[in-house]
């Protein structure tokens, strides 16, 4: 339903606004580009199809094939010939010049020379009658994404990377949604437009700032030469502050792992003014960096969950080298007269390394709270943030700790 609105806002305003410029909109899975013509023909470009047209007693799409040398060829002269494929019914004769193609107009394949190779599709070009600043939306493939890159003195980099068709220059926004939309939404959706208009042009920044009202994350990137079909663009860069790898530990009421398993490294940063950052992160790869000779190098891939200002950010960088844990189910107790249960864990947690590293316990279960603890070994700072329905326990370990636990349970409310 989120789609359909962000896409029905978008067409509405634009259908509304007289465009003295070209606008871009890159979904997560579409690219939209829309344009306005005064002419009665419009050539579309390569890599897109007609959405919808505005502003027009009526228009109409037709096909123009370009003139070029070819003669009729017969497939059986081609079997023992290697060929590569190229376009849709199109074919590279390997070792040659030539190049060997379907021909709808006249049913029969073809042969012509490579230099004529993009003349062979032919290119749409839309007829349109009694055009008053009509407003044409054309669609093609396209996508993008954020790229962070983290440095360990706390470089925070925010990059974004968009894939469509060029389009030279225009106005680029990025919209943090899927559209994927059926052909027949597509049509159901715009069909219906009419040519009622207005005149204010600034109208039209309201879509982006309808699309982020809506709670949908909308960059304006504002005016981009389009010219390539990947590029990658530096948003910002922050400083931040302070940031903590955490090794993690998840359990449940069944867990049970005699053997000693590797704990996995959360690092939390406070997303946050206060601590260099403060910033709107949209889910994205982010890679982390380590210094060797002095000089950062980017060594792990992790990724960011959508995390807004004020959010803690979780960034899971995998297993650890140095912090292992077992745990060890002592009991496991159905007590009916109380109607609950009361299961007993012996969590041991070694940290191989010189440097101390700080341990999260971590379990979230509606009910479930701490009846008994007990905590031995060398550690420092222990913090127990657990109340009923969350275990949340982090503390510094210096070598090895052993912790006794047992957790109550309500079987019924």
């Not at 690219?31 to 047209?53: A, C, K, M, R």
């Not at 032919?122 to 600043?133: E, M, R």
């Not at 939306?137 to 469509?164: C, H, P």
Request: aromatic share 12%; net charge negative; charged share 25%.
């Amino acid at each position: 339903m989120k789609k359909m609105y962000v896409f029905f806002m978008l067409i509405v305003f634009l259908s509304m606004t007289v465009l003295s410029e070209n606008y871009t909109f890159i979904f997560k899975d579409v690219q939209l580009f829309y344009t306005v013509s005064n002419e009665t023909s419009f050539f579309v470009p390569e890599g897109f199809d007609v959405l919808w047209i505005s502003g027009v007693d009526s228009w109409e799409l037709k096909k123009v094939y370009q003139h070029f040398p070819f003669k009729i060829a017969s497939l059986e002269d081609y079997t023992q010939k290697s060929i590569e494929a190229i376009d849709e019914d199109v074919y590279k004769i390997v070792g040659t010049n030539e190049i060997l193609f379907y021909n709808p107009q006249l049913n029969h394949w073809c042969v012509t020379d490579e230099k004529n190779k993009d003349k062979i599709q032919p290119t749409t070009q839309i007829l349109l009658k009694n055009p008053k600043s009509a407003v044409i939306a054309l669609r093609g493939e396209g996508s993008w994404e954020v790229i962070y890159e983290m440095k360990s003195d706390g470089t925070f980099n925010k990059n974004v990377q968009f894939n469509g068709v060029p389009v030279g220059q225009n106005n680029l926004y990025l919209v943090n949604e899927y559209l994927n939309l059926s052909s027949r939404d597509y049509i159901e959706s715009t069909k219906l437009l009419s040519s009622t208009r207005i005149v204010n042009e600034d109208d039209f920044g309201m879509v982006a700032q309808e699309a982020i009202l809506s709670q949908t994350y909308t960059m304006n990137l504002g005016k981009i030469n389009f010219q390539n079909t990947l590029m990658n663009v530096r948003i910002s860069q922050n400083d931040i502050l302070s940031y903590e790898d955490r090794n993690v530990i998840n359990f449940s009421l069944y867990s049970n792992i005699p053997n000693y398993t590797k704990t996995q490294i959360i690092r939390h940063i406070e997303n946050a003014k206060y601590n260099g950052l403060g910033i709107e992160l949209p889910s994205g790869e982010v890679w982390i960096h380590e210094e060797f000779d002095n000089e950062s190098f980017p060594i792990k891939l992790a990724y960011i969950e959508d995390t807004p200002v004020g959010d803690s950010l979780k960034i899971n960088l995998g297993e650890s080298w140095n912090v292992q844990y077992k745990i060890e189910k002592l009991s496991d107790v159905e007590v009916k007269s109380a109607n609950s249960r009361i299961v007993d864990f012996l969590i041991t947690v070694k940290n191989f390394s010189d440097d101390r590293q700080i341990v999260n316990l971590s379990m979230f279960e509606p009910n479930i709270e701490i009846e008994e603890m007990h905590v031995e070994g060398n550690y420092q700072n222990l913090k127990n943030n657990s109340e009923k329905g969350k275990i949340d326990i982090v503390f510094d370990i210096i070598d090895e700790v052993k912790i006794r636990m047992t957790i109550k349970t309500v079987l019924k409310e």
